[in-house]
């Protein structure tokens, strides 16, 4: 059986892929510092209690569990809050990376996948993105992610680490069999507010109605979560194979505007989401849409569950439960 060391296990995508990691075969080992992420979500390994920046336990865990690759989740994951403070973003996502780095080169982990971001393209000069897309990042957060993919690149050419760097779009729906889901509090996130909303709490803001895009709101190609688990699978056996290190996109191709969104959101739930509309929000770009074929060629992935409709009805299906057990 494979160990991996899952850094961020305990998050919203970690605790997705881990639960994939164990049925596939693999002994997922949660290294988190539960932030943002649950002990309750961690239930396809055992949890290390850890944070990234900590090289003693990080050394520890990786001395006892003897992983043969990481995936590294963990990190801060908010565009809005890493302009308000970004010294928390490269405390964390970076700094924290290279001490994650440091321990794995030292402890004899060859293998790296990433969660990296479409934040790393900023306001992207052709549609859809792909891979070869410059990198200019707007915002502190999607830096951060660049500089991460940087660092590997330069631990590759001096140690030999081995990796991929898995770039997210906009990570939306929840596990098909209501075991686990999104979860944080506060939320910020566009589809969890908005089933908020629905559900009578706070009404939804709408970041901006004047982009230039076809109805005035920002458009976001949204991804199922379980797609994104069913990824970290194929790259580590990509990598497992002798894959050459390179970031990847990982998107559905399509794009949906906020207002669409939230049309889906209303036609689920059958209610109604009550809006108010506010400014731009710093550091987000009018228009993110992925072209994926890189990982459809090298891991033959493809995002199966990311209809929107499916999306919205599973997290809706997950709000509904977190809210039972709520009451
Ligand atoms: N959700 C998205 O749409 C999206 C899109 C692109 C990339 N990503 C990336 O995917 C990863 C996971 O995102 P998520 O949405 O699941 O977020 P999340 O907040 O649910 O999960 C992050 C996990 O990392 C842990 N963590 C944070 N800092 C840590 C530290 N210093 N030491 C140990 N653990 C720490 C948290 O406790 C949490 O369990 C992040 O790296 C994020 O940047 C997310
Ligand atoms: O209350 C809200 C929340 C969001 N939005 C808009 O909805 C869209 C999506 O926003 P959000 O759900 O906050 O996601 P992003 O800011 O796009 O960031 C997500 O997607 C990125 C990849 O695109 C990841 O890197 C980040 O970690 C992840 O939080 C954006 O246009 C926001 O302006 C609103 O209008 N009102």
């Avoid at 995508?13 to 932030?35: E, F, M, R």
């Avoid at 990080?58 to 043969?68: E, K, T």
């Avoid at 909303?197 to 076809?214: K, R």
């Avoid at 970031?247 to 036609?267: D, F, H, K, W, Y």
């Amino acid at each position: 059986m494979s160990t991996v060391l899952i850094t961020g296990g305990a998050g919203y995508i970690g605790a997705q892929t881990c639960k994939a990691l164990a049925s596939a075969g693999y002994h997922p080992v949660v290294y988190d510092n539960l932030v943002s992420g649950h002990r309750a979500a961690v239930r396809w390994g055992p949890l290390v209690h850890g944070d990234i920046t900590d090289r003693a336990t990080l050394d520890a865990a990786i001395r006892q569990y003897r992983p043969q690759a990481a995936i590294h989740f963990a990190a801060h994951a908010y565009v809005g809050e890493s302009i308000a403070d970004p010294g928390k973003y490269y405390r964390n996502n970076l700094a924290g990376s290279l001490t994650l780095l440091e321990a794995l080169r030292d402890g004899g982990v060859g293998k790296v996948v990433l969660s990296s971001t479409c934040a790393v393209y900023g306001e992207p000069s052709q549609l859809p993105i792909t891979e070869s897309t410059p990198t200019r990042p707007i915002n502190p957060y999607g830096a951060s992610k660049l500089m991460v993919e940087h660092m590997l690149a330069d631990f590759e050419r001096a140690h030999g680490l081995r990796w991929l760097a898995l770039r997210y779009f906009n990570a939306a729906g929840d596990d098909f069999d209501g075991e686990i889901g999104e979860d944080h509090a506060p939320e910020t996130r566009l589809v969890p507010l908005a089933l908020e909303a629905a559900s009578g709490g706070e009404p939804l803001t709408v970041f901006g109605i004047d982009y230039p895009t076809h109805d005035g709101t920002c458009i976001r190609d949204y991804i199922h979560v379980a797609d994104l688990a069913d990824a970290h699978l194929r790259a580590l056996a990509a990598l497992d194979s002798g894959i050459a290190s390179q970031p990847l996109n990982l998107g559905a191709g399509r794009g949906m505007s906020v207002r669409e969104i939230i049309t889906m959101v209303e036609a689920v739930t059958g209610r109604q989401v009550e809006l108010r509309y506010g400014p731009r929000r710093p550091g987000d770009p009018p228009e993110l849409i992925a072209d994926a074929q890189r990982a459809h060629t090298l891991l033959g992935w493809s995002a199966r569950y990311s209809d929107p409709l499916r999306i919205v009805e599973s997290a809706w299906s997950w709000h509904c439960r977190k809210r039972e057990r709520i009451s």
